[in-house]
C-alpha cells in the first residue's frame, strides 16, 4: 500500500491549476444514463472515484472512453438495470444511478450504500423523493428495488433539511418524469448548478438551480452533449488552506473563486492574504501568525464540511483557541486524533471540537481516515517539524489529482512510496 511521505517547514512557492470537481463530474457522468446519444465531459479529474464509477456504468452496458482531461460516456442500449452491493459500497455516489435509470427503463434494482467513516449517511430523501414521482419502491436483501410502470410523473417535494445528494438524484430523475416537478428547500451547491446546467445542454428545461425552489419541466427524451466540469471548489480550497497554514505564496489557476465566497475572509480572519483577479487566486502568508477563528460548517452558501478538517490544521497552529462545529456530518472529526498524534491539542466534544493552538507540529506516522482527513493531514505534515508519513492513501486518491505533484511543484519536500 502506498505511503505519503512529507518533510515539514519548507514553505510553499508558486502556481497549482485546479481540476474539474470530484463532486461534480460524478452525477454528471451518471447523467449520461439519461440519453442514447453520446455523452462527453471534458475538465474531466482523473480521479479513483470517477474510474470507479466508469466501471459501474460499463456494468450497465455504457461505452466509457477515458482520454486526457476527457471521458466519452455512451449508453446507447442498457444491458443491465442492476448496481451489484460491491460496486455500490466502494462508494456511495454510485447510489445516484438508481433515479437516472427509473427514469429511462422505468427499473432498477440498486445496492443500499450503508454507512461511512464519516456517518451513517442514509438515503430516505432520495427514497421519498422518487416515491413521490410514483416510483415504486421495496427493499429486500439490501437492495432498492424500484419501478414505475408508465413512467415517472412530476411531484411537489419538500426537503424536510437540505441535501445535496437527494437535490441531484431528484433532478435526474425528474428531467424524463411527466410534467412538472417542484423541488422546495433544495440544496444551492455549485456542484448543482453545474448538473443542471448539463442537462440542460441535453435538452433538459430546469430553471431556478442554485436558488432553494428548482422547477423541472419533463421533457421526452434526452439528447448528447459535451461539457466542461466546474472547477473543483474544495480542491481549490485545500490548497489555500494548505497554503494559509504552511506559510509562502501560492496562486491558484482555473478556479471559481465566486464558490468559496465563505473561505477567503475567514482565510484572511486567519492572517493570511487574499488576492483576486478573473481566474486565479493568490494566498500568501509570510512569517506573521496565524491567528484563532471560530467557524462551523454548513449548506451552501456557508462554510462547506469538505474543508472543516483542512481548516482544522491551520487553527492546530494558531495564536489561541478556537472552536470548530461540525454540523453536516455527526461523525467528521476522525482527523482529530491523528492531528493529535502530531502535537496537536485538540478537545472534541460531540459536534465541537476545541482547539487550543500551540507553536509548533511535531511530524508522527499518521492514518488517513477520510478524504478531506488525509488533506488535513498532509498540510500539517508541510507545516510540521521532521517527517510525517501518511498511511492509507487511497483515501487522498480518491479526489485529489496528484495531490503530490501538485504540491511538489510548488517546493513541499512531498513523495509517494510504495509499501
Ligand atoms: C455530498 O454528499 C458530497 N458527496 C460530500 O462530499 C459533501 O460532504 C456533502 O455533499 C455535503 O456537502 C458527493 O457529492 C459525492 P448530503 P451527500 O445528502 O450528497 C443526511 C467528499 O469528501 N442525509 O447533503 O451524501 C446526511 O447523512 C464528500 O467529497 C439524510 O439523513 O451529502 C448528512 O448528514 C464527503 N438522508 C446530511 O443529510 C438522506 O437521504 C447532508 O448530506 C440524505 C442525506
Not at 456511495?92 to 456517518?119: D, E, M, Q, W, Y
Amino acid at each position: 500500500m502506498d505511503k505519503i511521505v512529507i518533510e515539514g517547514g519548507t514553505p510553499l512557492s508558486g502556481q497549482i491549476s485546479i481540476s474539474g470537481a470530484k463532486n461534480s463530474a460524478l452525477k454528471l457522468m451518471v447523467a449520461c444514463l439519461l440519453t442514447d446519444a453520446p455523452f462527453e465531459l471534458t475538465n474531466m479529474p482523473n480521479l479513483r472515484d470517477t474510474r470507479f464509477l466508469g466501471q459501474l456504468l460499463e456494468n450497465f452496458g455504457v461505452q466509457v472512453n477515458d482520454g486526457v482531461g476527457r471521458l466519452s460516456l455512451h449508453a446507447k442500449n442498457l444491458t443491465s438495470t442492476t448496481a451489484p452491493y460491491d460496486l455500490v459500497r466502494k462508494m456511495r455516489a454510485s447510489f445516484n444511478v438508481l433515479g437516472p435509470l427509473l427514469a429511462r427503463t422505468h427499473k432498477a434494482k440498486v445496492s443500499l450504500p450503508g454507512g461511512c467513516a464519516i456517518g451513517a449517511r442514509p438515503v430516505d430523501l432520495h427514497l421519498s423523493a422518487l416515491k413521490s414521482m410514483g416510483a415504486n419502491i421495496e427493499l429486500d436483501e439490501g437492495y432498492v428495488i424500484a419501478s414505475a410502470k408508465g413512467g415517472l410523473r412530476g411531484a411537489e417535494i419538500t426537503f424536510p433539511f437540505i441535501s445535496v445528494g437527494a437535490t441531484e438524484h431528484a433532478m435526474l430523475a425528474a428531467v424524463l418524469a411527466k410534467g412538472e416537478t417542484v423541488l422546495n428547500n433544495a440544496a444551492r451547491e455549485p456542484e448543482i448548478v453545474d448538473l443542471a446546467n448539463c442537462l440542460n445542454a441535453m435538452g433538459a428545461n430546469i430553471s431556478g438551480a442554485g436558488r432553494s425552489e428548482v422547477i423541472i419541466e419533463g421533457v421526452e427524451k434526452l439528447g448528447g452533449t459535451s461539457y466542461a466540469v466546474v472547477p473543483d471548489r474544495i480542491e481549490a480550497g485545500t490548497y489555500a488552506l494548505a497554503t494559509a497554514t504552511v506559510g509562502g505564496a501560492v496562486r491558484l489557476l482555473n478556479v471559481r473563486s465566486d464558490h468559496l465566497g465563505s473561505l477567503w475572509p475567514l482565510i484572511a480572519q486567519a492572517g493570511a492574504k487574499v488576492t483576486m483577479d478573473e481566474n486565479s487566486v493568490l494566498v500568501e502568508r509570510h512569517g506573521t501568525p496565524i491567528l484563532p477563528v471560530d467557524v462551523e460548517t454548513q449548506a451552501y452558501p456557508g462554510f462547506p464540511t469538505d474543508l472543516q478538517a483542512q481548516f482544522m490544521a491551520m487553527m492546530c497552529l494558531a495564536d489561541g483557541v478556537s472552536i470548530i462545529r461540525e454540523n453536516i456530518f455527526e461523525n467528521r472529526f476522525m482527523h482529530c486524533p491523528e492531528l493529535s498524534r502530531m502535537g496537536a491539542n485538540i478537545t472534541v466534544s460531540g459536534r465541537e471540537a476545541i482547539i487550543r493552538g500551540v507553536p509548533t507540529l511535531k511530524g508522527a506516522q499518521v492514518m488517513a481516515t477520510d478524504l478531506r482527513a488525509s488533506a488535513s493531514l498532509v498540510a500539517a505534515g508541510m507545516a510540521a517539524e521532521d517527517i510525517t508519513e501518511v498511511g492509507r492513501v487511497y483515501h487522498l486518491d480518491r479526489g485529489f489529482e496528484q495531490i503530490e505533484v501538485k504540491l511538489g511543484n510548488c517546493g513541499a519536500r512531498i513523495k509517494r512510496v510504495s509499501e
